[in-house]
């Protein structure tokens, strides 16, 4: 059984009283004013990095705030659960991750040090418009060239791609890679202001304050520092940032859903169009009650798997399992507020429905939970696979 040291007992308390006190100054109506504007959450932002909270995961003598996931995935369900998430800080922890166990100290002052004080962003270069869930089969092509490498290829569903300096880039090894079948990946930082890069903002249909890009990458010379780990080697750097990351997308959700379970229950003590508080009728009171019970098994899940990431243990199964927990968790929550909030839930006003579209993503990425479900019954059960 693990036990958890008084410094990290610590760290923690300070994470949820500093978001408290973020969260005050940066509301949920900040928030939505600047998602509907199209505005990014720099304020918000910059506070983080003040408090130190961008550098959760990253040791401290390597300057960064200390801890693991386990405090990451907290930062963002405190976050979620006072309805002030952002997508960039699950990029901001996973290439975190990534870079802590798997970069040079030279790379590590380049990237994640300018990245903790909050004067750089990073974000994540994975899936490619012919290549979703199955990496090994992308088609951005890495080759050498001088004493670096030039990359050539795309990637879409970038988020926050125009606020980042650099891409942590998944791409084939041109000189490695066989011709048909499985690529030999390497991981490069690509900086987004290099020549050859092009933004194509995409119009997506969710309301948070976080841009979704295609990145088009023409011949974008790299140097040698560019490369994260080994050339063809990049396949377990990229496992070590997609477990994080499913880690703190099933923390949002789970916050999400958590904020939309209040703002329910918060509503059916008062709404009485029968003369009694709606919440009084087991009709309401239980699928509330049923979420909330829902939401707690998921957060637990989650707290655990990010435990034996931070533990060196194989925790890939168990993040997904944390995934497809959190993420059905947190659309269950949100439904329930919808319910119990009936036409009211639409109204603008009420800011619920808006809570749908961004929780719901969150059962398509990362990773589908349907992709989810295949891995849990081949890696964990022993099955076959069913793909």
Same mark, same amino acid.
Not at 22 to 29: N, S, V
Not at 151 to 165: H, L, M, V
Not at 191 to 220: K, M, S
Not at 259 to 280: C, L, S, T
């Given at each position: 059984?693990?036990?958890?040291?008084?410094?990290?007992?610590?760290?923690?308390?300070?994470?949820?009283?500093?978001?408290?006190?973020?969260?005050?100054?940066?509301?949920?109506?900040?928030?939505?004013?600047?998602?509907?504007?199209?505005?990014?959450?720099?304020?918000?932002?910059?506070?983080?990095?003040?408090?130190?909270?961008?550098?959760?995961?990253?040791?401290?003598?390597?300057?960064?705030?200390?801890?693991?996931?386990?405090?990451?995935?907290?930062?963002?369900?405190?976050?979620?659960?006072?309805?002030?998430?952002?997508?960039?800080?699950?990029?901001?922890?996973?290439?975190?991750?990534?870079?802590?166990?798997?970069?040079?100290?030279?790379?590590?002052?380049?990237? &994640?040090?300018?990245?903790?004080?909050?004067?750089?962003?990073?974000?994540?270069?994975?899936?490619?418009?012919?290549?979703?869930?199955?990496?090994?089969?992308?088609?951005?092509?890495?080759?050498?060239?001088?004493?670096?490498?030039?990359?050539?290829?795309?990637?879409?569903?970038?988020?926050?791609?125009?606020?980042?300096?650099?891409?942590?880039?998944?791409?084939?090894?041109?000189?490695?890679?066989? +011709?048909?079948?499985?690529?030999?990946?390497?991981?490069?930082?690509?900086?987004?202001?290099?020549?050859?890069?092009?933004?194509?903002?995409?119009? &997506?249909?969710?309301?948070?304050?976080?841009?979704?890009?295609?990145?088009?990458?023409?011949?974008?010379?790299?140097?040698?520092?560019?490369?994260?780990?080994?050339?063809?080697?990049?396949?377990?750097?990229?496992?070590?940032?997609?477990?994080?990351?499913?880690?703190?997308?099933?923390?949002?959700?789970?916050?999400?859903?958590?904020?939309?379970?209040?703002?329910?229950?918060?509503?059916?003590?008062?709404?009485?169009?029968?003369?009694?508080?709606?919440?009084?009728?087991?009709?309401?009171?239980?699928?509330?009650?049923?979420?909330?019970?829902?939401?707690? +098994?998921?957060?637990?899940?989650?707290?655990?798997?990010?435990?034996?990431?931070?533990?060196?243990?194989?925790?890939?199964?168990?993040?997904?399992?944390?995934?497809?927990?959190?993420?059905?968790?947190?659309?269950?929550?949100?439904?329930?507020?919808?319910?119990?909030?009936?036409?009211?839930?639409?109204?603008?006003?009420?800011?619920?429905?808006?809570?749908?579209?961004?929780?719901?993503?969150?059962?398509?990425?990362?990773?589908?939970?349907?992709?989810?479900?295949?891995?849990?019954?081949?890696?964990?059960?022993?099955?076959?696979?069913?793909?």
């Amino acid at each position: 059984m693990s036990t958890v040291s008084d410094d990290r007992t610590a760290l923690r308390d300070g994470i949820r009283e500093t978001v408290t006190q973020i969260a005050a100054r940066h509301p949920r109506a900040e928030w939505l004013e600047l998602a509907r504007a199209g505005r990014h959450l720099e304020g918000m932002w910059q506070d983080l990095a003040d408090a130190g909270l961008l550098g959760l995961g990253v040791p401290e003598d390597r300057g960064g705030a200390g801890g693991g996931l386990v405090e990451m995935a907290l930062l963002m369900d405190a976050l979620a659960t006072r309805g002030v998430p952002t997508l960039h800080l699950i990029l901001t922890g996973l290439v975190h991750a990534a870079l802590v166990r798997h970069a040079t100290p030279e790379q590590f002052e380049r990237f &994640v040090a300018p990245s903790i004080t909050g004067a750089h962003r990073l974000c994540l270069g994975v899936t490619e418009p012919d290549a979703g869930t199955n990496t090994f089969h992308l088609r951005t092509t890495t080759r050498r060239s001088g004493e670096g490498w030039s990359i050539s290829g795309q990637k879409t569903f970038i988020s926050g791609a125009d606020e980042a300096r650099h891409m942590l880039t998944v791409a084939r090894s041109r000189e490695l890679s066989p +011709a048909e079948g499985r690529a030999a990946l390497s991981l490069h930082m690509v900086p987004l202001d290099a020549g050859g890069v092009e933004l194509q903002a995409l119009d &997506v249909e969710i309301l948070q304050p976080d841009t979704q890009f295609t990145v088009h990458l023409d011949d974008v010379e790299l140097d040698p520092g560019s490369l994260i780990g080994t050339e063809g080697g990049g396949a377990g750097a990229m496992f070590d940032a997609l477990n994080a990351e499913r880690i703190l997308a099933a923390a949002m959700s789970i916050g999400l859903g958590d904020y939309a379970v209040a703002k329910a229950a918060e509503y059916a003590r008062v709404r009485a169009p029968f003369g009694r508080p709606i919440g009084a009728y087991q009709a309401v009171q239980h699928r509330l009650a049923r979420a909330k019970a829902h939401l707690e +098994a998921a957060r637990s899940a989650m707290y655990d798997a990010a435990g034996a990431y931070d533990r060196g243990e194989p925790a890939g199964p168990r993040c997904t399992m944390a995934k497809l927990l959190g993420s059905e968790a947190g659309v269950e929550g949100v439904d329930a507020a919808i319910q119990a909030h009936g036409g009211y839930a639409f109204a603008a006003e009420h800011d619920v429905v808006t809570l749908w579209p961004l929780v719901r993503l969150l059962c398509v990425a990362p990773v589908n939970n349907e992709m989810a479900l295949n891995t849990i019954g081949e890696r964990v059960l022993g099955l076959p696979k069913a793909y």
